[in-house]
Structures are given as C-alpha cells and as structure tokens.
C-alpha cells in the first residue's frame, strides 16, 4: 500500500502522500498520480488502499457542496461516501480474488473556529477518529507500524528555538516514506507531493528523495 501522513500544526495542518501506484494483482508498477487533494481553501485531503475505483470519493464530495465546510463537516460526508465505494471495491477485489487493501483517508486542516485538525477514516477496521492537538501525527502505510513510525520521525526533526519549536515538513515527509519504502518497494516512490494548510494559504510542493529542506516547509508546533 501507498503511504499517505498527516500533522497538525500551529497555524494550520498538513499532509502528504507517495505518486506511486500499483496493481495490487501482480504488484506491479501502474504509474505515478498526485494522491492528495486540495478540498476547499482550508482543507486537504489524501487516500490510501483502493486506487482508481475509489478515486469517485473525491469527486462525490466536492458534487455534495462543500465549499465552506471544514474539517469536521467534510469527514462526516466522506465517511458515508467512503462506505459505499469501499463496499464496492471490496466487491470488486473478491470476484477478482485480490485480498482487500482497505481504504484510507486523511484530512488536514483549519476547523471553522480556527483549531488545526486531522481527520482520520480507516474503513477496513471501522477506525475514525480526529485530533485537535498541535504537533500530532498519522500515518498509514503498508505496515501497522507506520503511525509510530510517523510520531518517531517527527519528534526526530523538532527544533527548538527563542520563539518555540518548529518542524521541517519536508524532511519529515521525505525521512518518513524513504524508512516506510524498504517495507513496500513495489507500493511507495518518490516524488512526495505536500500540502501545507495554513489560514487564507494552502501551500502545495514536491519532494524529491535526495532534495534539501526548504524554508517554506518549516513550521511551528508549539
């Protein structure tokens, strides 16, 4: 399974995802895609597990009228749009005899009062969930691991200064996939595409595998 991660911040939230796919027949490379999705102007969004024949969540959200809404609004209407294309795709991945990945999405962003919040939906184990808190991280991955994994790399990059502590998002991402990929080579690769939601901003950038840190990926946590 790809790898896709999410973090809350001071002034907003953020996500990324590997490009990567693969046909979960034969593992085999499927091309690259952009995996995440800028939802509204203050909230993103990334999936993981089925590919192409879930790609219509996206589009059933943005159809159900979501301009304005947060995080909190937006999780509610995918959980029940993510319901029934998962039921669809698990359909689909038994009369092929493909083992079901699951489905996974994650939202980052700004709650209409202004609180930082990641979304969490996972419909294989009927886990969805949210965080408010400042300097929380998730992820989901091919292994269970990956959400500590996640935590892990983050604390790792912490830096404390006069003002507080910040974090480089890029470096977290970046560090994050490279571990996660010796565990699934055929299901994660670079370039990462980040999303940084920030009031009135929402800032996209690639991340390459051997690229430096950039100041427009650093942020605070506290």
Known sequence: MTIIMGITLQEGAALAADTLRHNAVDNGSAG?????VAINNRVVGAKAGYGPDADGAWQALIESGI???????????????GA????????????????????FFILAGLELDGRPAIHWLNFALG?????????CAIAFASRP??????VAHARALVRQD?????????????????????????????????RIVK???CVEMQVFENGGEREAAVARIA
Do not use: M
Not at 89 to 98: F, Q, W
Not at 127 to 135: A, C, R, S, W
Not at 145 to 150: G, I, K, L, P, S
């Open 127 to 135: 886990d969805f969930g949210h965080t408010n808190q400042v300097g």
């Open 32 to 36: 690259h895609a952009d995996k995440t």
């Open 67 to 81: 301009e304005g809404c947060g995080p909190a609004e937006i999780a509610q209407r995918l959980r029940v749009i």
């Open 199 to 201: 009031a009135h901003e």
């Open 162 to 194: 006069l003002v507080g502590q910040s974090i480089p998002l890029d470096a977290w991402a970046r560090n994050l996939t490279a571990d996660e990929k010796t565990y699934a080579p055929h299901a994660i690769e670079f370039p990462i595409i980040l």
């Open 145 to 150: 691991e990956a959400n500590a994994n996640a």
């Open 84 to 103: 029934r294309i998962y039921s669809q795709c698990r359909e689909k991945a038994v009369a092929l005899g493909v083992a079901d990945p699951g489905l």
